[in-house]
Every structure is written in C-alpha cells, then in structure tokens.
C-alpha cells in the first residue's frame, strides 16, 4: 500500500505519457492508461524515485517550467546560432579543448539536468565527469577561459542555479 | 479564426528552422576536423534539426484536419518523440565522447587544453607513487 | 584473392544476373505492381466488416489481422520457434548461475546515463505497453511492443551492469516463469472458444475469434461501439509479455562473465 | 510529383544500403561491420516506411538496428575483434 | 460434430503447449523421472491422434481431410490438408518418436538438463507433424524453422565436445541460408500466383483442370484470383529455389556435407531421430512440391520435347544417383560407427530421391505411383531401420566408452540380443528379402526400370552393392571372436533400451510381412492420391468443399 | 516521363536488392568469420524480407496507397471501398512479420553458439581452425 | 491555396534540403575514420529520420505511420549505448 502510494506521482506522469502518446481519450484508452500507469509505477517506484515528497511539490515544477522556457528560448538559440556560425563561415574558428567545470547542485537529477543542458547547448559538451570533486569535464568549442569558476560563469551558471531549485 | 492557419505556420517555420540546422550540423560534421569538434555539429543536428521540426509537426498536425481523427495521435507520437530526443540525444553523444576519451580512440587535436588528460594522469601518479 | 573466392563470386555473380534477367522477363509482372491481389482486396474487406457478419474480424489493422487470426496459426509456431531458440540457448548455459553484487554503483557506464536511463524507465514501458494495446488499431502488436519494451532490458544491463536486473528482482528463473505464463496464454486463447465449446456441445475451431457460420461463439469485439478485435487483444497482450521477458533471459545470458561459464560449459 | 519522390526516396535508400552492404561484408573490423550492418538495416526499415508498411517497420527497427548489433556487439566482446585474413 | 475434424489440427498444437509448459513446470518439479513420463504422455497422445487421422482418411472417408484454422475458408486461412500419404508419414513420425523418447528415458539416465531436451524434442515433433500435415507453403515454413531450430539445439546438446559445436555451427548456417531461400521461393511463388495455399496452387498450377472443377474453379478465382505476371518463369524459379532448400534439408549430394558431422554428434536419440525423420521432410516437401503443386501437365510441364519439370526431376534423379553411390562410397572408409551410420542415411536419401525423380513425362500414373509407395515405403523402412541402427550404436557406445568400430571388436559375444538385432536391421537396410527392405527397394527398382530410365536401376543395385561392405564390415566386426577385452565384466544390457530396439525389429519384421500380404497394394493406392489426376481433384475439392461451407450465409 | 522513370527506378531498386542477395551470399560462403557470416545471414533475410514487401506494393499512380489500416470510422459501404482501393496488399507484411521473428530466433542461437565455439576452438576463424 | 495544398507544396519544398543532409551525413558515415565517428553520424542521422518520417507521414496523409518515429530515436540511442559500452567496458555485462 505504502509502494501504491509513493508511485503516484510516477503513475501520473505515465498516465500523461499514455494519453499524450495515444492522442486519444476514449473510455478505453483511459481504463488501460490507468491499468498501465499503475502497473509502471508499481514497478519502477523504488527504481526511479528517491524522495517522492520532491516529487509532488509544485514549486518545483513551476521552477522547470521557467527553467525550460528560459533554456530553450535563450541559450540554445544562442548557441545554436554560434555553432551554425562556425560550421559555415569559410574560414573555421575552432579554438576547442577539455575545460574543468565544477558544479553544486547535489542531488542525481540535478546533476543529470545540468550534465544534459550542457550538452544539449552545442558547443559545449560533458566528456566525463567526477562526482567527488564536483567537477564536469566539458568539451568546448572555444575555450574562452581555463579557469574553473570562470568557464562556469560562461557554461553552466545558469543550470546550475535552476538544478537546485528544482531538485534539491 | 484563423487558429489552424496560425499554427500551420508556426509548425512550418519551426520545420523550416530544423532543415537549416539540419544542412548545417551536415556540413559541419563534414567540415570539422576531428570527432570532439564533430559532437557539437551532431548537437545541432539532434536538437536543431530533430527536436524543433518534430514540436513543428506536432503543430502542423494539430492544425492539419484533412489528416481526421488520427492527427492527435500524430502529434502526440511527435511530442513523445522530441521528449525521447531531448532526454536520450545529449546522454548518448556523452557516453560516446567518455568511451572514446577512455579508451583513446581518437586524439583530442587540436586543442587549447585538455584538463581531463591532465586529471587522468595526475590520478595515475598518485596511484604509482 | 584466393581461388576459392573467384569462383564463388563467380557463380554468385552468375545467380543474380539470371535472377534478375528472370525478374525482367516478367516472372513477376511489372514490379511492382499496380493492383494488389485478389486475395489480398478479400483480406482488407474483411477486416473490418459488418455487412458479411461471419466473415470479419472486427479489427481495424488488416497485418494484426492476418498475424493473429487469419493466419494465427503461423504466428503461434513462430512463437514456437523464438521459444526454442531460446530453450536451446538456454540448454546451452544449463548450470550457470548469475551471481549477485549488491552495489551497481561503480559499474557500468556513467552516471549521468544512470540517471537518464532511470526517467526511461518509465517512459518507454508506457509507451510499449500502448503499442500492444493498440494493436489492433493501429500499427504495431504484440511482437513489436515487446521489443520496444527490451530497450529498457538492454539497456539496464548495459549501462547499470549485469547485476541490476537480479538485484530488483528480475532474475532468469522469473523471467522465464513470465514468459511462460506468456507463452501459455497464446496457447489456451487460441483453443479457448474450443473448450468453451466442447462444454456447450457446439461447434468451434482453434484460434477461431469472431463467430462463424457454424460456431456460434465468439469473443467479445465491440464494447459500448468500442473496437475490442476480439482474441487479438489477448494475444497482443500475451506475446507483449513472452517476448519482453523473452528478451530478457537472452541478455541476461549473454551479460553472464565469461570466466563463470567457462568453468561449467568446458569440462563435461 | 509524389510518384516521382517515392521513387526517388526509395531509390536512394536502395543505393545507400547497396554501399552499406558491401561495407559491411568487406570491412575486417567486425565492430565496424556491426555498425554498417546497422545502416544496411536502417535503410531497409526506411525502404518498408516508404512502401507503407509501418507494422514492419516497428518490428524491424528494434530487431535489426537495436538488438542483433547488440548481440553481434555481445559475441565481438567474447570473442575477437579483427576478421583475419 | 466436432471430433473428427478437431483430431487433425489438436495434436501439432497439443505438443506445442507441452512444450511451452514444461519449463514453468520445471521451475516446481525437480524430478527427473517426473520428465520422462510427461513427454511419454504427451507423445502417446499425439500417437493416438495421429493413429486417428491415419484411420480416418484411409478407411473411413476415403478423400483428403482437411482442417481450416480459424474458421477461415480456404486460401484466406491456414489449412491443414491431410492426404493419404501424410497420414501414413504422420503416423509414422508419431510413432517413431514415441520410441525414442522411450529410450531417451534410459539414454538421458545421468544427462543434466532432461527438461529443456525433452522440451526441444516435443518441438521437434510439433514441426515434423506440421510439416507432414499442413496444406500451406508458407505454414510449412515456419514448421520447418521450428524442426531445424529445435535439431540445432539438440545438436549442439553435448556443449563441451568441440565436434559438437562445429557441427551445430556448420548446420545452423546452412541451414538458416536455405530457409531463406525458400522464403524467397514462398515470395515468388506468392508474388505469381497470389495465394499460398497448396490446393489452390495445385489448381492454379493446372490450367487444365479449370474446366473440370468449374465451382473449384469460381470459388478459388473469387478468393485468390488468377495468376499474375509471366507464370512460368515465376513457377520455375520459385521451384528452383525451393529445391535448392529441400536438397539442403535432405542432405541430398551437392549439400550433404553437413550431415556426417551434425547427425553423430546429437545424443544418440536424437541422431536416431535426425536420421529416421528429420531428413525426410525435405524428401516429403519435394514430394509435395513436384506433384502436389507442380505435377504432371501442370503449367511447367507444356511444351514439347522436354518440359522443365522433367528437366527438374531428371536433375533429382541424378542428384539422388550421386548421393546414393556418394553416401555408399565414403561409409565402407568410415571408422566412426555413428558417422558410417550417417553416411548410410545419404545413401539412402540418394534413394528416396531417385525415387522420387520417376514422374517424368510419358510414364504411366501406374508406374508413378508405384514409385511414391515405393519412396513411402522406402521412408518407413529407413526410418525403423535407422533409427534401431543408432539405438543400438548407444548401446555399443555407452558400453565400450567410444564410437569407434575397432574397439567394438567382439562385443556380439557380450551383447547377444542387441548384435542380433543390429544384425537384422542392417540386413533390412540392404533389402535382405524376407525383411520390410527390400520390398521398398524392389518397388523403386521395379518403377525406374519400367520407366525406361535403367541406369539409374542399376545405380540403385550398385549402391546397395557398395553398402553391403560398409555394413558387413560393422557384422563382422561385431562378430568376430573377441581379444581379451578389458570391459568384459561391467557390460550387462539392460532392459529398457533392448526392448525398445527389439518392437523396432518387430515392426521391420511386421513390415516386411504387411508388404508381402498386399500392403503393397494398399501403399500404391494411397500414392495414388498424391500422383493420379484424380488424386489431386480429390485434393483440391477436400479443400474447396470444406472451405465453402463456411461462405454458405455470408 | 514520369512511366520511364518509375520504370528505371523500379528496376534500380530490384537490381539492388539482387546485389544485396549476391553480397550476403559471398559473406556467407567465401568470409571467414563466423561473426561475418551471422551478418551475412541477417543480410540475406533481410533482402527476403525487402523483396516480399516490393512484391506487396501497390505503385502509386493515381491514389496514394495506404498502410493497410482502417483509419475512418465509422465504417461504412463507402470507406470500405476507399479502404480496398487505396491500402497495400497486408499479406506479405504479415508473413515478412514472421520471417523476421524466425530470422531473429535464428540469429539469437547461432550467436549463442559463436561464443561456444570461442571458447572451445580460441577462434571464431574457421580456415585457422580447418589449418590446424 | 487550400492550407492542404500549402502544407503539401511546404513540404516538397523542404524535403530536397534534407535529403542533401542525409546524404552528406551518410558520407560521414561511411568515410568515419573512426567508429566513433561513424555512430555519431548515424545518431544524427537517424534523429532526423525521426523528424523526416514524421513530414512523411503528414505529406502522405496517413497520421498512423508516425509510431515509427518513436521506435528509430530509442533504438539508435540504444546503439550509441552499446558501442560505447564496446569500447569502455572489459566485458560487455560489467
């Protein structure tokens, strides 16, 4: 019972996976959403979850909504444009090489979510990464600095502040 | 009023976005010298060129009603995909850049520093010492 | 290049030129073609027909169909032969035990892939499991949403490492009991309306779904003017399980270490 | 017009896994034979998207894109490398 | 009315469940004797179906049965169609089965892993009976993959031995490119004729025939319509390749050599079985292929001169001329007595063949069908013969601890009763006269020579001629008095196996008698209904008739 | 035009699957790796498999085919017509469907027993074996 | 115009851009040098296969092709996972 509760949140989002890709809401639909997003949560609750109080604040989720609006329509397109630059401009400008980038979020999703930010921006990305020391070796494109906290500042400041709100 | 026609060309301006990615992670992953610099044009490509257009013809279809009952399950399959894409992509071009600095696959040339190398080796040395 | 090489290109070559100077002779007709067949018009008629009541499927995806009713029979024994293929590798390993580890933390690839491959897990079951009850619907089945399902198999053993699936719970023993509670109902909805039948002192045929003519029976296909397609949902359902967990015994035998197996499969 | 770039497409993909092929055969990297094997098979599963057959497509992609390379890749791991000559 | 009809389609699919089964079974029970009695009932089951079916066709209906799956009419549905040689060979592969489970029993005795053998061994019988049974080349497919994939297994059973494994790898490879190729033989033949269904190929195959069978004719046309593109070129390729893959499975010459690697280092019931049944189904599918579907007057057989398909079976017959004289050859060298076995099983492919290859254009349905008996006949033999020859060879194996003849010097002595039934089964194999043996041979001997084609009569002599070296150099080994031999006392034989090889010996006895008191007759009637003309209007209105029952209301 | 066109690529297509037959086959019967030939052998089905799907087309000149799937509910006298006029032939899906699942069973085992042999013979090269 | 013929002709537009995409990206592909570059090409590749079956679907107006999509993007991350594995790991269940 304690297991049924604690998947609630994951069952939701399974229930929305289940609609959103079946692109339908008829009572079938439904009645096997609901069978099927129970079941996955049931199984991967102890998997997926650590701290399902995180899980239903709100907060949070208002946090990622702001995070992803700001990340989509500010820094990607950014450095969207800076890499199509380089891959067209006759002349390359490559300055590339592998940077220390330290973070300070804590949890393993925040983590996850900065690791996956930076990647996603092109120009930058993790090549490997050292939990202990915090630290993120990240590829960049053009190394403007090779100073940890300040290749930080240009890299993944911003992440990094939204990661903790939203998971820590 | 005009609500389809909108999000029409709204979808069509993000597809047509994506496809100039597209050409462009293409040409730079001709282009670049070496497969590190290459990860970046394959970035452009996944999240210009993949993840823009399918939010764009999710849109279209939304607005598609020609296609009948069946353009949600269109758009949403979209959807589902440019999430796959969004949350998989990154993580698949970092795994492959960890094995292949792991396992020295390729030199990392040219570069302006190498602080993992740098790491790796220091390690090393604590260990022999 | 060696001798043997020349002469095998040769004949190879020799093959594809006069299968392919057959093909242009017509052996085929125009290729391809512009109609479909006739047998093939009578396949997508009677998908989905309430005009010949006892001709039909009732199902909307004419390949579901003819996989599972029409020509279900076929789809049982490739079942079958997946299974065996499996039984052997199995026979193959017969002896060999997996081995617990309780810490998965410093194996496997990195840990931001951990972490992703966690948030799959719910999403790409959900998305499978849609697959295969939608099977008769739409594209796909039972067959195609089990594999889609095995990403997260391999992919757990892949990047966690071989010790992830025992640990939660998931051991080749279990897998195998699922698969078989799988493989077991195919095998009783394809006979059921045949027992039920052999009860009620009527006729019926093995894998029969809707009623016939002269078999009255039939499963259920249209709740409250919703497409059911009959026996297709149970064995989408069913061949969903069996070939997911079916999967997972495969990897879950290849992931095993080499040198444990080499200690019983050598010796005799 | 359609007609045209059904054609077009298919003839494309036709040539590209003709290529992918040979590769694969040729190539003594069993590893990267693995992986033009893959293309080969990514072609193929576009050729029967094109030819309007999704279900095979969802049953083809997983099969021959996902898991034979990955059983190849297992087999490569246990046993060896390099095709000799 | 359910029975009749249900005794047809059940027992394939019984074994099946079986075999699904009894993993999850295997996970609660750990008995080992447990095993054995479920696969016992299991194949004395089917047996009892099969023996229905058998009854049912030759001595109560009298036409073809056929099952639809499904309640499908016809070429929409997967048909079983048994005719009355499938019954007799489905009968046969029952029955055979059943007694090599009976002596895996003693065989697999300190094996580990009964539970996934006896699981791969149902499945082998499930394919077998599906092949034999089925009315759908497509079904026979999937009946063949679910045979070979199960034979692969079991071959590569024994996973320590290098031989083994070898031998597994060789066969699985070979024989996973010739089911492809006949998948490419299913498309073409789909691709030209639009339906998969035998009956209806049968009819399409034979323009002839429309106007005789004209509600046949409609009803099949409106089902699956009529040919398409150029025919004949299609038929002929599909065929070529079909034969390519059936020549592969029945280890007939150019593709025999997988065959005395894989069949010996199965355990040893297997073997029996790989050599007694597996093989043959290439030879049934041929049958069914070259006079079923593509028989005499059908469309690869106009023309003047010489048709194609008698260019096709004049190449079967030399192909299985090669093959016996081959098989004969290289057995009298063999040391291994498992491998002289399997070159012996060549051989005698090499003689179904020929047997099959008498169809030609000229000769008289009478002498065809005289033929096909004989190839039944030559089938069943072959099978109890072989199969007692491997049994047997377990025997001598697990005695002396190796398979080579040399070290078997003298063990007649030690092992009365098996010797003298080994004796007996070999004299059956070369067509020692009173035995079933040589009736088969005489019938095949008889057909090739009336038939005008007399070399390959006097191959068949020859061949048998050759082989008697290879066997009495297995007799006399056997027989000769024994060097003082250091496993004298440990060798008892034990009940069992003897039993098991001892009904084997009776059923060749009983066969050679049933042949002498006119089971002849009986098997040339029932050939017959797979070569006459009015065998096959009798196949296709089987189907035809059931199928429109069930279109009657719609 | 358009007819000479289609007719070109059509043939282009075909030829190619014929070249992809010719290659797998030489994989199977002339490499040396037993890993190579497994390829060769997914290869040689897959081009089965493409074959029987070209064979089930239906050209698109006129309607554009369609996946076989009733997509217009409800179904009525009309959209069955559109339906049987316009989808391509399901029958060669469906057994493709089924080839490809023997063709991965198949595969599956001659896998398992590569690596067997590995272990016994130290090599998957079987001319280095057969020299032995 | 009906918005239709639009998105149709949109389309036609589009897709001779992509197709020059992939096909540069095949050749990086196929050129390599190394494996690692071969995957990455394919990885990109494949995505936007993703999306071009997707355009394909509508162009062809049969919506229910588009589960295809799904399918490609999770496999060919799979890929990536795996060879990745090949090259980072002693064994591959590690």
């Known amino acids: 019972m304690n297991r049924l509760i604690k998947s609630i949140p994951i069952s939701i989002l399974s229930f929305t996976v289940y609609i959103v890709f079946t692109g339908s809401i008829k009572l079938y639909d439904i009645v096997t959403g609901i069978i099927v997003s129970i079941a996955v949560g049931l199984i991967t609750t102890n998997i997926v979850l650590e701290n399902p109080k995180k899980a239903s604040d709100p907060k949070r989720f208002l946090w990622l909504i702001a995070y992803s609006l700001k990340y989509f329509f500010i820094s990607e397109v950014l450095s969207h444009i800076d890499v199509i630059k380089r891959a067209l401009s006759p002349k390359m400008s490559l300055n590339p090489g592998i940077v220390r980038v330290p973070y300070e979020t804590n949890s393993d999703y925040g983590e996850a979510l900065v690791a996956c930010s930076i990647t996603n921006t092109p120009g930058t990305v993790v090549v490997d990464l050292d939990k202990e020391n915090k630290i993120f070796y990240v590829h960049w494109i053009d190394v403007k600095t090779t100073e940890p906290s300040l290749a930080r500042e240009k890299i993944s400041k911003m992440f990094d502040e939204y990661a903790k709100r939203i998971f820590d | ?129 | 290049m060696k001798k043997a090489d020349v002469f095998v290109i040769a004949s190879i070559i020799v093959f594809i030129l006069s299968l392919a100077y057959i093909t242009a002779l017509g052996g085929l007709g125009p290729l391809p073609p512009i109609n479909v067949r006739r047998i093939a018009i009578n396949y997508l008629n009677l998908t989905y027909n309430t005009f010949t009541p006892y001709l039909t499927v009732f199902a909307l995806e004419s390949v579901t169909s003819i996989v599972w009713d029409f020509r279900g029979l076929d789809t049982l024994y490739e079942t079958a032969v997946f299974y065996a293929a499996i039984i052997a590798s199995i026979a193959l390993y017969r002896g060999v035990y997996m081995d617990f580890k309780k810490n998965t933390e410093k194996t496997g690839l990195s840990p931001i892939a951990k972490t992703v491959t966690r948030i799959s897990l719910i999403l790409i079951p959900t998305v499978s499991a849609s697959v295969a009850l939608h099977g008769h619907l739409t594209p796909g089945g039972g067959f195609q949403a089990g594999s889609i399902a095995t990403v997260v198999i391999v992919l757990s053993i892949i990047i966690f490492s071989r010790y992830f699936l025992p640990i939660h719970g998931l051991s080749k023993n279990k897998a195998l009991l699922f698969r078989s509670i799988g493989l077991l109902g195919i095998a009783i909805t394809s006979i059921a309306l045949l027992l039920i039948a052999i009860v009620l002192g009527v006729n019926a045929y093995i894998f029969q779904n809707q009623a016939k003519i002269d078999a009255p029976l039939s499963f259920p296909s249209l709740v409250d003017n919703y497409i059911l397609g009959g026996s297709l949902l149970f064995f989408n359902l069913f061949e969903f399980i069996a070939v997911a967990f079916g999967f997972t015994i495969v990897f879950l035998l290849l992931s095993i270490s080499e040198e444990k197996v080499k200690k019983v499969t050598m010796d005799g | 017009m359609l007609e045209i770039f059904t054609l077009t497409l298919l003839t494309l993909f036709a040539i590209t896994s003709v290529v992918a092929a040979y590769l694969a055969i040729r190539e003594r990297d069993l590893v990267k034979a693995v992986v033009y094997s893959a293309i080969q098979s990514a072609m193929y599963a576009l050729i029967y998207y094109v030819l309007m057959a999704p279900d095979i497509v969802l049953v083809y992609i997983p099969v021959s894109v996902g898991l034979i390379p990955a059983v190849l890749l297992f087999v490569i791991k246990k046993t060896e490398r390099y095709e000799g000559d | 009315m359910i029975w009749p009809q249900v005794s047809i389609g059940i027992a394939p699919l019984l074994l099946t469940i079986a075999a699904f089964s009894l993993p999850l079974i295997s996970l609660v029970i750990k008995r080992r004797l447990f095993y054995h009695i479920y696969a016992l009932v299991f194949t004395i089951v089917a047996l009892l179906f099969a023996f229905v079916n058998f009854y049912l066709v030759n001595y109560v209906y009298g036409h073809p049965l056929v099952y639809l799956f499904g309640g499908w009419p016809g070429p929409l549905g997967i048909v079983y169609e048994i005719d009355g040689v499938s019954s007799v060979l489905g009968f046969l592969v029952a029955l055979d089965m059943l007694l090599v489970v009976i002596y895996s029993w003693w065989y697999m005795k300190n094996e580990d892993g009964v539970e996934w053998y006896y699981t791969l061994i149902l499945l082998i019988e499930t394919g077998m009976l599906g092949i034999v049974y089925t009315g759908d080349i497509f079904n026979l497919f999937v009946m063949i993959e679910v045979l070979a994939i199960s034979a692969y297994g079991l071959v590569a059973f024994y996973r320590s031995k290098r031989e083994a494994i070898e031998a597994a790898i060789k066969y699985s490879i070979v024989g996973a490119t010739a089911t492809t190729m006949y998948f490419l033989s299913v498309v073409f033949i789909y691709g030209t004729y639009g339906t998969v269904n035998m009956a209806d190929l049968a009819l399409k195959a034979r323009p002839w025939l429309t106007s005789t069978l004209t509600t046949a004719y409609s009803f099949l046309s409106n089902m699956s319509g009529v040919g398409y593109g150029n025919v004949f070129i299609a038929s002929a390729i599909a065929l070529a390749l079909a034969l390519w893959a059936f020549t592969f499975k029945s280890a007939v010459f150019p593709n025999h050599f997988w065959l005395p690697d894989a069949h010996p280092e199965a355990p040893t019931p297997v073997s029996a079985a790989l050599s007694g049944l597996v093989v043959k189904m290439g030879a049934y599918a041929t049958l069914r292929f070259m006079y079923t579907i593509f028989g005499s007057n059908s469309t690869l057989d106009i023309g003047g001169g010489m048709s194609l398909r008698d260019a096709i079976l004049l190449i079967i017959l030399i192909l299985g001329a090669v093959s016996a004289i081959l098989g004969a050859l290289v057995m009298i060298i063999q040391d291994d007595i498992k491998r002289l076995l399997a070159y012996s099983t060549i051989a005698h492919l090499g003689i179904i063949f020929m047997g099959l290859g008498v169809g030609l254009r000229g000769v008289s349905t009478a002498l065809t069908s005289m033929a096909i008996a004989g190839v039944v006949l030559h089938t069943i033999n072959h099978s109890f013969g072989k199969t007692l020859l491997f049994m047997a060879s377990g025997l001598y194996i697990k005695a002396t601890g190796t398979r080579s003849i040399n070290f078997m010097k003298g063990l007649g002595k030690i092992m009365p009763v098996t010797t003298a039934l080994v004796i007996l089964g070999l004299l059956h194999l070369l067509g020692v006269p009173p035995l079933g043996g040589f009736f088969s041979k005489l019938l095949i001997y008889n057909a090739l020579i009336n038939s005008g084609l007399a070399i390959f009569a006097l191959i068949l002599i020859l061949s048998t001629a050759i082989s008697i070296l290879g066997y009495m150099k297995l007799i006399v080994t056997l027989l000769v008095p024994p060097r003082p031999v250091e496993f004298l006392g440990k060798i008892r034989e034990e009940t069992l196996p003897v039993s098991v090889l001892s009904v084997l010996a009776g059923l060749i006895i009983l066969v050679g008698i049933l042949s002498m008191i006119g089971g002849i007759d009986v098997l040339e009637h029932i050939a017959s209904g797979t070569t006459s003309a009015n065998g096959i209007i009798d196949y296709i209105n089987a189907m035809v008739q059931t199928s429109m029952k069930l279109i009657g209301g719609g | 035009m358009v007819n000479e066109y289609a007719l070109f690529a059509a043939y282009v297509v075909v030829l190619s699957l014929y070249v992809n037959l010719g290659i797998a086959l030489y994989g199977i019967f002339a490499r040396p790796s037993l890993v190579k030939k497994l390829i060769a052998i997914t290869i040689l089905s897959d081009t089965a498999n493409a074959f029987a799907i070209l064979v089930g087309y239906r050209w698109p000149i006129g309607k554009l085919p369609k996946p076989p799937v009733i997509t217009e509910l409800p179904v009525t006298r009309k959209v069955l017509e559109t339906y049987t006029s316009t989808a391509v032939d399901p029958l060669p899906q469906a057994l493709v469907l089924t080839a490809v699942v023997i063709g991965l069973a198949v595969t599956l085992f001659i896998a398992f027993i590569i690596i067997q042999y590995y272990r016994l013979y130290g090599t998957v090269n079987i001319h280095k074996v057969r020299r032995r | 115009m009906s918005l239709e013929e639009q998105v149709t002709l949109f389309i036609m537009i589009v897709f001779p851009l992509y197709l020059l995409s992939f096909t540069l990206y095949i050749i990086r592909a196929i050129r390599g040098p190394t494996i690692p570059d071969t995957v990455l090409a394919i990885d990109a590749l494949s995505f936007d296969i993703a999306a071009f079956l997707a355009l394909l679907s509508i162009l062809y107006r049969s919506p229910i092709l588009i589960s295809c999509a799904v399918v490609l993007a999770l496999w060919v991350y799979a890929l990536d996972i795996y060879v990745s594995k090949y090259f980072e790991a002693r064994d591959m269940g590690d």
């Open chain 2, 1 to 129: 009023m005009y609500v389809n026609e909108t999000v029409v060309y709204i979808g069509e301006i993000l597809v047509a976005i994506g496809v100039f990615c597209d050409l462009a992670a293409s040409i730079g992953m001709l282009r670049f010298p070496n497969f590190y610099v290459r990860l970046h044009a394959a970035t452009v490509g996944t999240i210009g060129g993949a993840f823009v257009p399918l939010i764009g013809i999710a849109l279209i279809a939304l607005g598609a009603e020609w296609l009948g009952t069946y353009r949600f399950f269109l758009a949403g399959a979209s959807i589902i995909t440019a999430i796959i894409i969004i949350i998989l992509a990154p993580v698949g071009s970092h795994v492959l850049a960890r094995a292949t600095h792991k396992a020295r696959l390729v030199k990392v040339e040219p570069k302006v520093v190498d602080h993992l190398e740098e790491d790796i080796k220091k390690k090393e040395g604590d260990k022999n010492a």
